[in-house]
């Protein structure tokens, strides 16, 4: 590559046109409403309130507006979610003095060893990774972004992993309601007990019901999916993605579903107990007196 060719000057927004700055307005509007969201669960919203028809143009032209939006500083970064790429860091520390300050700040336990059985939340999704593993870290559950039909070697190592904790896991899966999305976890808990995982898959969205009751946006089932004949005659052709319900109900559908699994008096026992080690982290950190 040349010097010419080499950019020696920051990314610029350009100038908004006329036509897009109702849906600027729009936009603004909706991120103040969530903590976070993908460009598709805000293409979404903006469908579901009348502001855009629901088409591909559209989407492309929302990716365009919000990444302008962005630039010139009118929608902040930390509002939208990109589960698609991720910086990966090496973990390291400036001192010893820092390692330790670090290990008792980020110090917790494993609250579900004391749980009767173990909890992960699956999903078809890996765009919403930024939106739904934010809610697993806070409780400790395994999430797992499928990216379509998990593979074999996914379903392998998590079947094995799910073998060493020596307990029954519950798995709560969220997809799209199409032929592949309920295809996916229609298998999933078969495909994890081939390999003797007891395993249970409990399919918490979307689900029928949900296209009423949020009022979410449908789209024609793809024919050229083998398995959409069968799909259509269970459940009608309309299809819908899990990106259009709304970010704050499927967190809270996280959530819930593993709140529904939880132990309260083990939990509280675990939390108090971690408490009291992060306190015993601390004397020994102030103790050896390492900068």
């Known amino acids: 590559m040349s010097a010419a060719n080499i950019r020696t000057s920051p990314k610029k927004a350009r100038k908004p046109q006329q036509r897009s700055l109702g849906i600027r307005v729009a936009i603004s509007e909706i991120v103040n409403e969530y903590e976070r969201l993908t460009v598709r669960q805000l293409f979404y919203q903006l469908v579901a309130r009348g502001v855009i028809e629901k088409s591909d143009n559209e989407y492309k032209r929302i990716c365009d507006i919000s990444a302008q939006m962005r630039l010139d500083g009118s929608l902040p970064y930390r509002k939208i979610a990109d589960g698609h790429r991720s910086r990966r860091g090496v973990y390291a520390h400036g001192s010893l003095g820092e390692a330790l300050e670090n290990a008792q700040a980020l110090y917790r336990r494993n609250y579900w060893l ?13 765009a919403l990774t930024g939106v739904i593993q934010p809610v697993c ?17 996914l379903i392998y190592e998590s079947a094995m992993a799910m073998l060493e904790m020596g307990k029954p896991t519950h798995i709560y899966y969220f997809g799209d309601h199409d032929a592949s999305g309920r295809a996916i976890s229609q298998r999933l808990e078969m495909d994890l007990r081939s390999h003797g995982a007891d395993a249970r898959v409990q399919r918490e969205a979307l689900n029928p019901w949900h296209i009423s009751q949020f009022g979410l946006p449908t ?3 793809k024919g050229s999916d083998s398995r959409h004949a069968k799909f259509a005659a269970e459940y009608g052709d309309a ?13 809270g559908m996280v ?7 939880i132990d309260v008096d083990a939990w509280m026992r675990v939390r108090a107990v971690e408490e009291q080690e992060r ?8 103790s050896a007196g390492i900068a």
């Open 114 to 126: 004391e749980q009767p059985v173990n909890v992960e939340v699956w999903c078809e999704k890996d």
């Open 239 to 251: 299809s819908v993605e899990l990106d259009a319900l709304p970010p704050n109900e499927l967190e």
């Open 137 to 153: 870290q806070q409780y400790g559950v395994t999430y797992v972004a499928t990216r379509g039909f998990p593979s074999l070697t």
């Open 279 to 286: 306190l015993t982290l601390r004397s020994l950190i102030d």
């Open 219 to 221: 789209r024609p089932g």
């Open 255 to 261: 959530e819930s579903s593993i709140l529904s699994e």
